[in-house]
């Protein structure tokens, strides 16, 4: 059986790290995203990496109407279906609240439309007894913070979210991983200023992988977020809200 990967956002930082990675491991790769050209450019460099087959297909969260065709391109004889989510958008808490329609974008990109896509997935997965996912949330989403609280909230319901899916898909045998990274150096964290524990896109692939290998539930990445977001957690809420963390 050949592994496929689809890979929902496909053009950012992280998930050209994971695409090289799997396609060196033989795995044939579905890259949806919105950027067509960078798609293609990215589906070149999996196959001279040795994936055998690397397709770009359109994908917008946004948009319902782009999930069907990637299931189906993906759903092929002699596959075994894996996904990995990527998506999500980050505008700055203050641009959101000077104008609260970009809240939409921001639950559509890092909730909804991820979750619809894998709720229209599961049966395939649940269907051949086997498969991965990865979603990739965030450490934003374990409390609210005065400083991104509308893309923690929608971090933190993709993380319940995965932890149902997980349970419902688990007793079929298919393993669903939530990614929680701290910063990473990408895109969206350019303009941020210094982050506390800042880590690389290639060093939250190789934590993937051993999570998977382990079948981890939950991986926090760097490791040193697990006791940090614990430790934010139990703050008491009378003393949290004085706070700038």
């Given at each position: 059986m050949t592994d496929t990967w689809?890979?929902?956002?496909?053009?950012?930082?992280?998930?050209?790290?994971?695409?090289?990675s799997v396609a060196e491991q033989g795995a044939r790769v579905i890259l949806a995203g919105r950027r067509m050209d960078d798609l293609a450019a990215i589906a070149a460099d999996a196959t001279a990496r040795g994936a055998p087959e690397a397709t770009p297909v359109m994908f917008d969260a946004r948009d319902p109407a782009t999930f069907q065709p990637i299931i189906?391109?993906?759903?092929t004889e002699g596959t075994t279906i894996h996904c990995a989510v990527f998506v999500g958008?980050?505008?700055?808490?203050?641009?959101?609240?000077?104008?609260?329609?970009l809240l939409d974008g921001v639950i559509a990109d890092s909730l909804t439309g991820p979750a619809r896509f894998l709720q229209m997935l599961a049966p395939v997965l649940q269907a051949q007894g086997a498969g991965m996912i990865v979603g990739v949330g965030s450490v934003a989403g374990d409390r609210g913070r005065v400083g991104n609280y509308v893309y923690g909230a929608a971090k933190a319901g993709f993380a319940t979210y995965l932890s149902g899916l997980?349970?419902?898909?688990?007793?079929h045998g298919v393993h669903v991983l939530t990614v929680k990274p701290g910063p990473v150096d990408t895109a969206m964290t350019e303009g941020l200023g210094p982050q506390p524990f800042m880590?690389?896109?290639?060093?939250?692939?190789?934590?993937?992988?051993k999570a998977l290998g382990k079948k981890r539930n939950t991986l926090y990445?760097?490791?040193?977020?697990?006791?940090?977001?614990?430790?934010?957690?139990?703050i008491p809420e009378p003393i949290f809200k004085k706070m700038s963390i």
């Amino acid at each position: 059986m050949t592994d496929t990967w689809i890979i929902l956002g496909a053009s950012s930082t992280i998930a050209k790290a994971f695409t090289r990675s799997v396609a060196e491991q033989g795995a044939r790769v579905i890259l949806a995203g919105r950027r067509m050209d960078d798609l293609a450019a990215i589906a070149a460099d999996a196959t001279a990496r040795g994936a055998p087959e690397a397709t770009p297909v359109m994908f917008d969260a946004r948009d319902p109407a782009t999930f069907q065709p990637i299931i189906e391109s993906a759903n092929t004889e002699g596959t075994t279906i894996h996904c990995a989510v990527f998506v999500g958008s980050m505008p700055a808490q203050d641009a959101i609240d000077a104008d609260p329609t970009l809240l939409d974008g921001v639950i559509a990109d890092s909730l909804t439309g991820p979750a619809r896509f894998l709720q229209m997935l599961a049966p395939v997965l649940q269907a051949q007894g086997a498969g991965m996912i990865v979603g990739v949330g965030s450490v934003a989403g374990d409390r609210g913070r005065v400083g991104n609280y509308v893309y923690g909230a929608a971090k933190a319901g993709f993380a319940t979210y995965l932890s149902g899916l997980r349970n419902a898909l688990g007793r079929h045998g298919v393993h669903v991983l939530t990614v929680k990274p701290g910063p990473v150096d990408t895109a969206m964290t350019e303009g941020l200023g210094p982050q506390p524990f800042m880590t690389t896109a290639d060093a939250v692939v190789a934590d993937i992988h051993k999570a998977l290998g382990k079948k981890r539930n939950t991986l926090y990445t760097k490791w040193i977020w697990l006791p940090v977001m614990t430790v934010i957690k139990l703050i008491p809420e009378p003393i949290f809200k004085k706070m700038s963390i």
